[in-house]
């Protein structure tokens, strides 16, 4: 018989578990609790309850060509980062594509899942929704948890004496949309991270002042990297990756440091990071660096007190006449409908193992897709999760025993504590092209370059060294997608067409330039399989 899987929430996790669902043969339901798909690329301006929110200028951080499903390019004249209406726009596209929508049951909240009493031999599961004020129960196979985990604001208002004092206005991050409405006013956002950074830097443009408070700081990126492409298609290249992996931390960090270092120097800003031999996300802001040249944003240290008008810090200093504080301090994450026991924080680790089965389940028929942060683009992490998940659902794919999952969540939690540090914010971090090929190896995706590099050099040599993206795993395996040769070699054309609107008169040719092509391919080549063979 069809298995039938309950797949919970219509946004970019929802929409990839739908196609792979209906890829493998399965039978899914997808239960969206409000009118409409794209979860939090979906901009509102009212702030609804159990919905993530962004505000109306939120734009992607990785490119397009790093960030479309593997098997479903983004159009060539999307631009390469894309504002959340944009993006929005492809998720339509995408499920009217591939049918998905007669899936979906929209206005439909889930109130529980619960394990069927046979559920040690069925793996069954009862589903109680809610629609139009009528409950309803149907049992599932399967079930895959989308529900996302930037809902739930982290609001440690405990680490902020006096703040019930303060005269002023403040709320969490969540509730902001647009700057109107903030003009004249002195404004603390307090944290470090992209939304933090993006709101103060759009407030300032309103602002009388605009102070950002970090306890740690950050190291801040440009979308534009060398030759004015985008950043995440040179960094996530598998040449880069194992030049990493391969250096000794401290010239790793001393490289990366002097790398972020180029387009300015953070420690003349402020903003050099106080844990910088950590692996930390960085922020990615074009515009940072420049509004704090201006005076427009100032950086302050941690927060030590709130009075009724100012803030106190850390350093000593004060803050007078503050009128709003913007609290962008994070998530933290809950699945009201599931039993607390199934998945949970507990000293700062997610007890899943590789972030989306929980170990202790006699049958692997729940999944959290997404609820993870890598270090690149989630929109292909969470479409391979669920690619290995359906498999795993059907019986094509098995876990290993239990022990051996818990030993792994522990073994991969201490990595992630070296690598990204322990606090709140660092949960979910991974690595982005390990994790991609870890969830491709489980179902048969990776890509064979050594392979390759005797059948089809030239896809090789692009796999290797070029961006690591999703098409890399549509060439092989289950789920092969014929045109995924095609998308890995014309992906510079779609980043380019965007950008092309003023026509040019072509540049003569240089005549050495190809013989010094051919030589430079040689080299390559030869790089590349020296590389394989050390690794």
């Given at each position: 018989m069809v298995k039938k899987v309950a797949v919970i929430g219509a946004g970019v996790s929802g929409l990839a578990s739908l196609k792979c669902c209906v890829d493998e043969g399965l039978s899914p339901t997808c239960f969206e609790q409000t009118e409409d798909i794209g979860g939090l690329w979906r901009f509102k301006d009212k702030v609804e309850e159990g919905r993530a929110s962004i505000y109306q200028s939120v734009i992607t951080n990785t490119s397009k060509e790093m960030s479309c499903f593997s098997d479903f390019p983004m159009p060539e004249d999307f631009p390469n980062f894309l504002h959340n209406s944009k993006l929005l726009e492809y998720f339509r596209i995408f499920a009217q594509k591939f049918d998905l929508l007669k899936y979906i049951q929209f206005k439909t909240t889930v109130l529980s899942v619960k394990r069927r009493p046979d559920f040690s031999s069925s793996g069954q599961w009862e589903v109680v929704t809610v629609c139009n004020g009528q409950e309803q129960k149907a049992i599932f196979d399967a079930v895959m948890v989308c529900s996302g985990h930037h809902i739930l604001p982290y609001l440690p208002l405990d680490a902020f004496p006096g703040i019930e004092k303060f005269k002023g206005q403040y709320f969490h991050s969540r509730q902001y949309k647009r700057p109107e409405g903030f003009e004249g006013k002195r404004i603390l956002v307090v944290g470090i991270g992209n939304s933090a950074s993006d709101i103060a830097v759009e407030l300032s443009k309103k602002a009388a002042q605009v102070f950002i408070s970090t306890r740690h700081s950050s190291w801040v990126m440009s979308r534009i990297s060398e030759d004015g492409y985008p950043w995440d298609g040179i960094y996530h290249t598998r040449f880069s990756d194992k030049i990493r992996s391969v250096l000794p931390r401290a010239v790793l960090k001393w490289m990366m440091e002097r790398q972020v270092n180029r387009w300015f120097n953070h420690e003349n800003y402020g903003l050099e990071p106080y844990n910088k031999y950590l692996l930390k996300e960085p922020i990615l802001n074009d515009d940072l660096p420049s509004r704090l040249l201006y005076g427009a944003v100032k950086v302050k240290s941690r927060v030590k007190e709130v009075t009724e008008t100012s803030a106190l810090f850390e350093d000593g200093t004060e803050e007078a006449a503050i009128d709003v504080i913007v609290f962008a301090t994070g998530y933290t994450f809950s699945f009201p409908f599931l039993e607390e026991s199934l998945v949970k924080v507990e000293n700062k680790m997610v007890s899943l193992y590789k972030y989306i089965f929980p170990p202790q389940l006699e049958k692997p028929t729940l999944a959290c897709i997404g609820l993870i942060q890598p270090l690149g683009s989630i929109f292909p992490t969470v479409e391979?999760?669920?690619?290995?998940?359906?498999?795993?659902?059907?019986?094509?794919?098995?876990?290993?025993?239990?022990?051996?999952?818990?030993?792994?969540?522990?073994?991969?939690?201490?990595?992630?504590?070296?690598?990204?540090?322990?606090?709140?914010?660092?949960?979910?971090?991974?690595?982005?092209?390990?994790?991609?090929?870890?969830?491709?190896?489980?179902?048969?995706?990776?890509?064979?370059?050594?392979?390759?590099?005797?059948?089809?050099?030239?896809?090789?040599?692009?796999?290797?060294?070029?961006?690591?993206?999703?098409?890399?795993?549509?060439?092989?395996?289950?789920?092969?997608?014929?045109?995924?040769?095609?998308?890995?070699?014309?992906?510079?054309?779609?980043?380019?067409?965007?950008?092309?609107?003023?026509?040019?008169?072509?540049?003569?040719?240089?005549?050495?330039?190809?013989?010094?092509?051919?030589?430079?391919?040689?080299?390559?080549?030869?790089?590349?399989?020296?590389?394989?063979?050390?690794?």
């Open positions: 391979l999760q669920a690619r290995w998940v359906t498999r795993v659902f059907k019986g094509l794919c098995e876990l290993p025993a239990a022990s051996v999952m818990n030993t792994d969540i522990i073994k991969r939690n201490e990595q992630r504590i070296d690598l990204f540090g322990n606090s709140q914010s660092q949960i979910l971090q991974t690595n982005y092209i390990d994790y991609l090929d870890e969830l491709a190896v489980e179902i048969g995706a990776r890509p064979d370059i050594l392979g390759l590099l005797w059948t089809d050099p030239w896809l090789a040599l692009k796999l290797y060294f070029g961006p690591c993206n999703s098409y890399q795993y549509r060439l092989a395996g289950p789920g092969q997608w014929a045109g995924a040769r095609e998308a890995i070699l014309t992906q510079q054309q779609r980043l380019l067409k965007p950008l092309k609107t003023r026509v040019l008169k072509p540049a003569a040719r240089d005549p050495l330039a190809g013989l010094f092509k051919v030589l430079a391919l040689l080299a390559l080549g030869l790089a590349l399989c020296f590389q394989l063979e050390w690794s």
